[in-house]
């Protein structure tokens, strides 16, 4: 073989090598930050559970839409945020949610951007859903002014809780389960569950 079809042929295995490069690149965002709501877009509501929720929206300071449900104590003086965590919704938290406000709690259960009944077109692991939680917390202090903000937070959720806390001293509490504690440890853990 001549030295250019050699040359040829090692141009279109780099050119390849890439190209499966690149896919997987773009598989391991499309997997991480891709928008996916259920089908059928139903899923449990307060209704079902005998809390008295109330459907609440607020935005974000980036002026995304959030969805959440309230369940009032007037007569406490603390709050409980709940956060899902990826690719969940608000009644996924339908669980814990409703017994802390058994519990004496006023409770806030809501969707990140992206998720549930929320606006958004991508998910984004932590970062931009601390707008949605310093959003959430101005929310509780508007409707129990003074109230002791409390945050029960899964996987991304409990993420953004602590990335949050560290800059927003309203959050008092914060009661977390199986948080990340970097994005490359996300991705790993992608890449071996696909088997890449």
Partial sequence: MNQ??????????????????????????WSVSAVRRPWPPYTF????????GEDVTFSAADGVRLAGWWFARPESSSVVICCH??????????GIGPGLWRAGHNVLLFDFRGSGDSEGSHLTMALH????????????????????????????GAATAI???SVDDRIERLVLDSPFATMQDVIATGYRRYRI
């Fill in 45 to 52: 509501s307060p209704f079902e559970i005998g809390a008295p």
């Fill in 163 to 165: 990335l949050t806390a």
């Fill in 4 to 29: 250019r079809r050699l040359l040829t042929i090692a141009g279109w295995m780099t050119a390849g090598a890439a190209l499966a490069t690149a896919a997987v690149a773009g598989f391991t965002a």
């Fill in 129 to 156: 859903e601390q707008r949605d939680l310093q959003a959430a917390i101005d929310l509780v202090q508007r409707l129990r002014p003074g109230a002791r903000v409390s945050v029960v937070g899964f996987s991304m």
């Fill in 85 to 94: 965590g990826h690719r969940g919704n608000k009644a996924d938290m339908l």
